[in-house]
């Protein structure tokens, strides 16, 4: 398979997972086409098209990731036994958030009967903020001694870190992480503002947004290592008015830290007092960016708690409301979640 299949009559075909530009909703394509010429490619794969008898799916990736999947390169595949189109390798979520960049290497997978989009992702987020205050932040969360580590060993994080540097280095850094909890050198691929190295998201229809579920996985901040495991949400959300982008931690019940972007503002708030000082007594020059005629701007401030309790309610009742969907499509259709879930499992 080339990298621009086409049907018997010589018209586009697609193997990979869109965000339509109109109505704003990820759709899955296997060898069909997309809806809108203005639909943006989230994930895609090339290389060889084969069939898997175990696994009852059409595989779709270069042969070396097909005969070893720890290898770089994009991975698609479609099962047959309950319409779900899995993909992994490097992920566009087609936000624009300005001057804050975001990019994300994992797997994502869409049940076409459903309309069900989950993520799970290593996220690099780099934004201009005070490095004072951000080593600050890592100081208290490294604080907490009782925080759960990351699983390194998981196939997404050793799958991802091959593709962000090569996969002797990438073995080393492991083998380093688990003998001495920290790697010896700082590799500098892994170098930004807040690396999210495990985040599950799911796609939100009504909110149009991706939000976060479970704990989060906070690799390092800065060159920084952390490596731990803390609660928290995160939303990424496409609106006409403006991509915007909120993310909250909490390392412990008394302790959080609150970063919410839109249209070129970020705002920034924190139990630690002194994390909130740092930010309130920088002087304004030091706070905004300087960008070129047409770019768009950035500055950061001091949120009010107004602002980041409303972003908390608002995610608390849309989580109640998923948690109650599945709780009921757990009781009423036991057998079919099951049959979903289990393809899946060999592949997270």
């Known amino acids: 398979m080339g990298d621009n299949p086409v049907t018997i009559d010589y018209k586009k075909i697609f193997a990979g997972f869109f965000i339509a530009s109109d109505s704003v909703h990820v759709y899955p394509a296997f060898l069909t086409p997309r809806r809108r010429y203005s639909d943006q490619l989230m994930l895609s794969s090339n290389g060889f098209l084969h069939y898997n008898k175990d696994g009852m799916a059409y595989e779709i990736a270069p042969m070396e990731k097909l005969l070893n999947r720890d290898t770089t390169g994009n991975y698609l595949c479609f099962y047959r036994s309950n319409c779900v189109e899995y993909g992994e390798g490097k992920i566009n979520l087609s936000v624009d958030l300005g001057q804050m960049k975001l990019s994300a290497l994992g797997n994502m997978s869409i049940n076409w009967n459903t309309k069900e989009t989950l993520l799970d992702v290593l996220l690099a987020v780099d934004f201009m903020f005070d490095p004072n205050a951000l080593k600050l932040m890592n100081t208290a969360i490294e604080g907490f001694p009782n925080l759960e580590g990351l699983d390194i060993k998981r196939n997404t994080f050793v799958r991802s870190l091959n593709e962000i540097m090569d996969p002797k280095i990438a073995a080393k850094y492991r083998d380093e992480m688990t003998l001495l909890g920290k790697p010896k050198s700082f590799p500098a691929e892994m170098n930004h503002t807040i690396y999210l190295t495990n985040l599950s998201l799911k796609w939100n229809q009504a909110t149009k947004?991706?939000?976060?579920?479970?704990?989060?996985?906070?690799?390092?901040?800065l060159d920084n290592q952390i490596n731990r495991m803390v609660d928290g949400y995160v939303e990424i959300a496409k609106k006409r008015t403006g991509d915007l982008m909120d993310i909250y931690l909490e390392p412990s019940n008394s302790d959080f830290y609150y970063f919410g972007y839109t249209r070129g503002n970020m705002q920034s708030y924190s139990s630690n007092n002194d994390f909130v000082a740092i930010v309130r007594d920088l002087p304004l020059r030091s706070r905004e960016m300087k960008t070129d005629?047409?770019?768009?701007?950035?500055?950061?401030?001091?949120?009010?708690?107004?602002?980041?309790r409303s972003f908390l309610r608002v995610i608390k009742c849309t989580t109640k409301v998923r948690q109650l969907k599945i709780t009921q499509q757990t009781s009423l259709k036991p057998s079919l979640m099951a049959s979903r879930a289990n393809p899946m499992k060999s592949l997270m």
């Open 209 to 221: 947004s991706y939000q976060s579920f479970g704990k989060i996985g906070i690799g390092n901040i």
């Open 293 to 308: 005629r047409g770019q768009t701007p950035y500055i950061y401030l001091l949120a009010s708690d107004v602002k980041y």
